[in-house]
Structures are given as C-alpha cells and as structure tokens.
C-alpha cells in the first residue's frame, strides 16, 4: 500500500526566513509520480509540481524548491525567503502504478505553515 | 476561462436524504476524480474516471456512486447520507494520465454537512 508522511503537523516561522517541509513516501511501485499542493486559507488547491521517479533532479520555481531523493524515499519542499503569502496548508502526494499518471493519488495529511510579518 | 466547477458549494441535508454534488470541467478532460478532505486525515480519494464510461473506486468508495456518462462531467451521488459523510469535497480533473508535465485542475471544493 502506498502511504505519504508529513511528520510536520504544524510550522511557524518569521517572514522572510527560509522553510522546508517534509516529505516521506512509501510506494512498491517503481514508477510513481510525487506531487505538492497548496491550500490557502481560501480553502482551494492549487497544484505547485509534480516529478516522476526517474528524474531525480532538484527543482527551482522562483522562492520555492523541491529535493527529490530515492534513497530516503524523500520529497521536500523549501521556500526561500519566505512571505505571508504563503500562509497556507501544504499538501505532499503520491501516485503509482506502470501506466503511471494520476490512479489512486494517496495524500499526506498536510504540514500548516504560518509565516509572522 | 479553464476550470473545474462544483455545484453546490455548500450543503446542510439530512441523514438519507440523496444528493448529487456535480462537477463539470471546460478543459476536454479525460480523467476526473473526486477527494473528500477531513481533519487529520488529508485528503482520500472516492472515485475516479480515466476517461467516459470507465470508473474505479478510490481508497474511500463506500456510500458514493459516480457516474461518467459525458466526458467533461462526473457527479458525485450520495444515495442515502450519513453523518460521517459530512467532509469537504473535492473534484479534480487532468488531461491524461502518464504525462510528466500534465497539471491536475481542482474545484473550489463542496462542503458538505450531514445532520
């Protein structure tokens, strides 16, 4: 079965301070994709990355960076300098199985991140 | 505008009464899907579709029906509620599956409360 942890139940830091949130996912499959979303307050989900298992390449967007790493069976988000926008709940999720693409996708169960002003 | 929409956004019913929670997607979708989000919990999968006609139970299908009977639809039917059904819910829906660089659309979320 597969299964994702976010051991971070809640975060709070200080604007403008860098943040990692992690990501731990169990899966027998060999290919999986693993995504991250983002729930702000509003409540809706938007769709920040998703990365396949054969590409082990860290990923830069703008503030935020994803470290994929197989051997630890790790998926860790960082945001760099961080701001009060991005206040919000953080979703890591994981999708499996050889046709690949979106079957069963097993959510964690989010990391709260507070950012202070 | 490309979106995922839900209707109702917010519903208070009665235990046994049915419902249908509707999503429609303008984006020539193939695979839909539906979550249900609870404390704690994140967010489970209920059911989902690769394409019209074809559906397959989630991680959490017991008390719901979904039906794909049009490519850019796929409600969600509660036949007979209960309390512990009370949840947000969500509907999603991507191109296709098995593309590294395909974005999945979610609605604006239904929350729903059983009495």
């Known amino acids: ?117 | 505008e490309a979106q995922v929409t839900q209707n109702p956004r917010y519903l208070i019913t009665v235990t046994g009464k049915k419902l249908t929670v509707t999503c429609s997607q303008n984006m020539n979708h193939e695979y839909m899907s539906w979550y249900r989000q609870d404390p704690g919990l994140g967010l489970r999968q209920i059911y989902y579709s690769m394409n019209v006609e074809v559906t397959d139970k989630g991680d959490v299908p017991e008390g719901y029906k979904v039906s794909r009977k049009e490519k850019r639809n796929f409600p969600l039917i509660l036949e007979s509620p209960s309390p512990n059904q009370t949840s947000l819910y969500f509907c999603a829906s991507s191109f296709s599956v098995g593309s590294s660089t395909d974005t999945q659309y979610f609605g604006p979320g239904t929350r729903l409360t059983v009495l």
């Not at chain 1, 920040?48 to 197989?70: A, P, T």
């Open chain 1, 1 to 117: 079965a597969q299964k994702v942890t976010q051991a971070q139940t809640e975060i709070s830091v200080v604007e403008k301070e860098d943040v990692t949130l992690d990501c731990v996912y169990e899966t027998r499959d060999t290919t999986y994709y693993l995504f991250w979303y983002k729930q702000p307050p509003s409540g809706e989900l938007v769709f920040l990355i998703r990365r396949n298992s054969f590409d082990e390449q860290n990923e830069i967007s703008g503030r935020y960076s994803w470290n994929f790493q197989k051997s630890t069976s790790s998926f860790n988000f960082t945001i760099t300098a961080s701001q009060v926008v991005d206040s919000a709940v953080y979703f890591c999720a994981l999708s499996g199985g050889a046709e690949g693409g979106n079957e069963k996708l097993t959510f964690g169960t989010g990391t709260r991140l507070t950012i202070i002003p």
